[in-house]
């Protein structure tokens, strides 16, 4: 088999940058790797998404689909969809990450994400997008039982694990009491950036968007609000969920919060199980200093009445001090 490197360089010199010095820009917790090329004063990314484990052809439909309605994502140069890269536009290095690190003020920055999706909203998705339906949603809130509870010692039977499930189908209606829209699913401060010399919404740019589906609209605003890797005053998430609601046309302010707090949990209950296999299956225990973090976010989520069932199933079978262990 072809060594990786060498599939790289192959690309690099069919899409005309061989010449480019290359060198490690990030890496994050699937199997993409992206470095970025360097050619006097041009700069572009290469993105390495090895198949089977991944396929750029999402991306691809994503950043195109942004691009046409006039956000800001990065730009396609090249393709080689088989192989598995992609060489990109280089949108910077001034991701909210490193800004808000900075000492950039906060407000400014997380208006500007809630009105960049307001504008998405706006917009039917691509036609091909899937449909962020009841069994994926099921399967993503199954990795809390099936990775953390096993990993701290708290595994639950046949007919807990069944309980399970059904408090989850029957929230989910719940979640579809607002629109359907194209949800980018990790939306957060890691993914969104400022882009030098551009206006307005186009400010923004946006990444890591591959994972998308149509879903409740509620999602992508609640995953910005409600960090798993970084805590935001009640003050500021709260200015910001009304500035999301404000944008949203034909839906009371019940429903739309009901279906915000139905996501945050499920979503919730998704990243702690996560963050558990990311170190149990694939060495990456970085990730599992934020997990008590999540657990306070999923903790305020279930107290929302639309979430009693949920909550009720975690008092009977994960008490709190089964939450606070550490899967090590």
Not at 72 to 93: T, V
Not at 139 to 159: K, Q
Not at 292 to 315: M, N
Request: aromatic content about 8%; hydrophobic content about 50%; some cysteine.
């Amino acid at each position: 088999m072809t060594p990786r490197i060498e599939l790289m360089d192959r690309f690099q010199a069919f899409a005309g940058w061989g010449d480019a010095q290359r060198s490690l820009l990030a890496g994050d917790a699937s199997f993409r790797k992206y470095y970025r090329l360097v050619r006097g004063a041009e700069r572009a990314v290469l993105m390495d998404a090895p198949a089977p484990q991944e396929d750029v052809r999402p991306f691809v439909r994503i950043a195109n689909h942004l691009e046409a309605i006039g956000l800001s994502a990065p730009r396609i140069l090249a393709e080689d969809a088989a192989a598995g890269f992609l060489l990109l536009d280089d949108l910077g290095d001034n991701t909210y990450t490193r800004l808000l690190a900075a000492g950039e003020p906060e407000e400014g920055l997380y208006a500007l994400a809630i009105d960049v999706l307001a504008e998405l909203h706006r917009h039917e998705p691509p036609l091909d997008v899937p449909l962020y339906d009841d069994d994926r949603l099921l399967t993503e809130a199954g990795l809390l039982p099936d990775w953390f509870l096993p990993a701290v010692g708290a595994g639950v039977d046949a007919p807990a694990r069944a309980a399970w499930d059904a408090a989850w189908r029957g929230l989910f209606p719940i979640a579809r009491v607002v629109p359907e829209v194209l949800v980018l699913r990790d939306y957060h401060v890691d993914n969104l950036m400022i882009v030098p010399g551009r206006d307005g919404l186009a400010a923004c740019g946006l990444l890591d968007f591959q994972d998308a589906v149509r879903g409740p609209l509620t999602y992508d605003a609640m995953s910005l609000m409600e960090d798993a890797r970084r805590d935001i005053g009640p003050a500021l998430v709260a200015a910001m969920k009304d500035r999301a609601f404000a944008a949203t046309v034909d839906v009371s302010r019940e429903d739309f919060d009901a279906s915000w707090a139905v996501m945050a949990a499920q979503r919730h209950a998704k990243v702690i199980g996560i963050f558990t296999r990311l170190w149990k299956r694939d060495g990456k225990p970085i990730y599992l200093q934020h997990i008590p973090r999540v657990w306070r976010l999923l903790e305020a989520a279930c107290a929302h009445p639309a979430v009693a069932p949920v909550h009720d199933w975690l008092d009977t079978h994960v008490p709190p001090d089964v939450r606070r262990k550490d899967p090590r």
